[in-house]
Nanobody
Framework: QVQLVESGGGLVQAGGSLRLSCAAS????????GGWFRQAPGKEREFLAA????????NYADSGKGRFTISRDNAKRTVYLQMNSLKPEDTAVYYC????????????????WGQGTQVTVSS
């Protein structure tokens, strides 16, 4: 099993920045990719970004390109999502996920999920 713990969410004004963290523990050798998703009220969960743990390759959804940056610290087994120029429509619960499929964009490709962290962007 792999456990994921997110942190870093909160309330921020439009135009501001937040950095989310996702710390992995347990059988982390079984995962190759860390990803970030979000779910806004009344909407389906959507893919934002993914990163390969070993090589650092990344994959982004169009909604996050240019404003969101995913990174990882292998020594800390932590994945980050730096979010800049935040907009009210970025308000959502943000989830990190981990799985064996390289740079996957689909939820079903991820075996492990964090509990989610709320991000609220005020106008």
């Amino acid at each position: 099993q792999v456990q994921l713990v997110e942190s870093g969410g909160g309330l921020v004004q439009a135009g501001g920045s937040l950095r989310l963290s996702c710390a992995a523990s347990g059988r982390t050798f079984s995962i190759s990719t860390g990803g970030w998703f979000r779910q806004a009220p009344g909407k389906e969960r959507e893919f934002l970004a993914a990163i390969n743990w070993s090589g650092g390759s990344t994959n982004y959804a169009d909604s996050g390109k240019g404003r969101f940056t995913i990174s990882r610290d292998n020594a800390k087994r932590t994945v980050y999502l730096q979010m800049n120029s935040l907009k009210p429509e970025d308000t959502a619960v943000y989830y990190c996920a981990a799985g064996p499929t390289c740079l996957a964009t689909m939820e079903a490709s991820y075996d492990y999920w964090g509990q989610g962290t709320q991000v609220t962007v005020s106008s």
